[in-house]
T-cell receptor
Framework: EPEVTQTPSHQVTQMGQEVILRCVPI?????FYWYRQILGQKVEFLVS????????KSEIFDDQFSVERPDGSNFTLKIRSTKLEDSAMYFC???????????????FGDGTRLSIL | GQQLNQSPQSMFIQEGEDVSMNCTSS?????WLWYKQDPGEGPVLLIA?????ELTSNGRLTAQFGITRKDSFLNISASIPSDVGIYFC????????????FGEGTQLTVNP
């Protein structure tokens, strides 16, 4: 079964450094998402992306964050100057499209654990 | 922002027992999803619900989209040890585009 893949599985970075998290969504999917999960807490929406632009973002997704689809398969999340509170699991998800069809839910990758020192 | 209240927070049951968990909100949702998360992995979709009143099964799992569109429940029948994990409800509102709002999760422990 097709799946969302994320790399690296674990990233350790010094505070203030830039980090790029990478995702390969499911190939025929058109909508891409980033979520984060701080240890022991619920999953929180960061941003959605469609047709090469951000379609929606949360209050968490401030100017330190950016997303990009550099080619036909990758989808990246960049954090420009990391802070201690950015430590979390970051999940990429994709869906065929949004809407009411029963075959279009969001499918998640296994995440990247980001540790800021 | 929108809040999903998921309960119970944790459950400890014996193998073979049935389990029920639910999510409620003060807001209306047009999609309810149930995910399971194992340690170190991402949420895996279990069931998706798109219509008020919809009742959907996936093996031993059954979920329903509440008539008021403000709640959903998930039942697991005849639990087995591999059912252990964290179960999350997630909802999408018509006014919030494609973003999913997640519940706090239910940690399920199954004793053999």
């Amino acid at each position: 079964e097709p799946e969302v893949t994320q790399t690296p599985s674990h990233q350790v970075t010094q505070m203030g450094q830039e980090v790029i998290l990478r995702c390969v969504p499911i190939s025929n999917h058109l909508y891409f998402y980033w979520y984060r999960q701080i240890l022991g807490q619920k999953v929180e929406f960061l941003v959605s992306f469609y047709n090469n632009e951000i379609s929606e973002k949360s209050e968490i997704f401030d100017d330190q964050f950016s997303v990009e689809r550099p080619d036909g398969s990758n989808f990246t999340l960049k954090i420009r100057s990391t802070k201690l509170e950015d430590s979390a699991m970051y999940f990429c998800a994709s869906s065929e499209k949004i809407g009411q069809s029963s075959n279009q839910p969001q499918h998640f990758g296994d995440g990247t654990r980001l540790s800021i020192l | 922002g929108q809040q999903l209240n998921q309960s119970p927070q944790s459950m400890f049951i014996q193998e073979g027992e049935d389990v029920s968990m639910n999510c409620t909100s003060s807001s209306i949702f047009n999609t309810w999803l149930w995910y399971k998360q194992d340690p170190g992995e991402g949420p895996v979709l279990l069931i998706a619900l798109y219509k008020a009143g919809e009742l959907t099964s996936n093996g031993r799992l059954t979920a329903q989209f509440g008539i008021t569109r403000k709640d959903s429940f998930l039942n697991i029948s005849a639990s087995i040890p591999s059912d252990v994990g964290i179960y999350f409800c997630a909802g999408r509102q018509e006014t919030s585009g494609s973003r999913l709002t997640f519940g706090e999760g239910t940690q399920l422990t199954v004793n053999p």
